[in-house]
């Protein structure tokens, strides 16, 4: 199912859309893209799923946690999971999810767990193996985002083929596969001695983690972080620097920084309702994050975007 629009499944929706859809969720592949300042859905039960977002936040509701999915990450969520999405936002924020069908992933991952010469003995019977990724707001990357924009181009670009989008399924989950791998890797490199305690240190941090990606904007003390990790102040100061090599107040400036430039560069916000919006106690405040990042003043950041799109028109003829 691709669908070039979110879909309204509202009392006051199209009835037989409607109809057509809940007849294919959950069944069967389903790429949804769309562009919208509000939009709700579910909540609903999905199969394995991934999500990103540009332009702005879509908020999704899962296990009592509310995750901010925006231009700096994208969300897996597993098989069997019950959320909703929505967006709430004064500019056009672009919605972009794609769902498994049920069983894709396991026979992919038995297949990959085989060498090719078993394969060539089972045929087309081969195993199968479950998977369960880490439900956590993940950093855009060369692994998984190239293959999430290159399908979506296509989308947009008019491609009706399911078994092209069929093939780019199987390949988008061996990267999934390899970006798991890669975060294990990476819990099993922290200086502790516990495999146990590794993961559970992880996904502690990871609460903490996505609650600065979705709250940036407000004040927030150590405390209050450390008691979304379930840990003492101490303790999460310590181990949030393991996981990410810098501090709880450094991590937060720069993901308000990189909001900021973002603003800066695709919309005429006032510098000081940019600096408000993003959660800067100050115009000031700003203006010294920006320049210690990029050596240009807010103003010069903006017209430095304003220079490159003018000249790309002129660059492509």
């Known amino acids: 199912m691709l669908l070039r629009s979110l879909p309204d499944l509202s009392s006051s929706g199209d009835a037989e859309f409607a109809q057509a859809f809940h007849s294919k969720w959950g069944r069967e592949n389903c790429i949804v893209w769309g562009r919208a300042r509000h939009a709700e859905f579910g909540p609903y039960t999905h199969a394995l799923s991934i999500r990103a977002a540009w332009g702005g936040a879509q908020y999704c509701q899962v296990n009592g946690r509310t995750l901010a999915v925006d231009d700096d990450n994208f969300l897996i969520l597993n098989h069997g999971r019950v959320y909703a999405t929505s967006i709430r936002s004064t500019l056009p924020v672009e919605s972009f999810a794609i769902c498994f069908r049920p069983g894709l992933v396991e026979r992919i991952y038995g297949a990959m767990a085989v060498s090719v010469e ?20 993940q950093p855009h990357d060369q ?5 999430l924009r290159y399908i979506k181009s296509h989308l947009l670009n008019g491609l009706d083929e399911e078994p092209w989008y069929e093939e780019q399924l199987i390949f988008l989950l061996e990267r999934m596969h390899q970006h798991h791998q890669r975060a294990l890797e990476r819990i099993g490199s922290l200086h502790l001695v516990r495999a146990a305690t590794r993961r559970e240190i992880f996904r502690r941090v990871s609460l903490a983690t996505d609650f600065l990606h979705t709250n940036y904007s407000e004040s927030w003390d150590l405390s209050k972080l450390a008691r979304v990790a379930y840990l003492s102040k101490y303790h999460f100061l310590r181990l949030f620097t393991l996981v990410h090599g810098v501090t709880p107040f450094a991590y937060l400036q720069r993901k308000r920084l990189s909001v900021a430039r973002r603003l800066l560069e695709s919309t005429e916000l006032p510098v000081g309702e940019v600096a408000t919006h993003v959660g800067f106690a100050t115009r000031s405040a700003l203006l010294r994050q920006i320049r210690r990042s990029t050596g240009l003043s807010p103003l010069q950041v903006r017209t430095a975007t304003a220079s490159q799109a003018a000249a790309r028109p002129a660059a492509s003829h």
């Open 118 to 137: 078993r394969a060539l003995e089972q045929g087309e019977t081969g195993p199968e193996q479950s998977a369960e990724f880490m439900e956590n707001l």
């Open 143 to 147: 692994c998984i985002t190239p293959v």
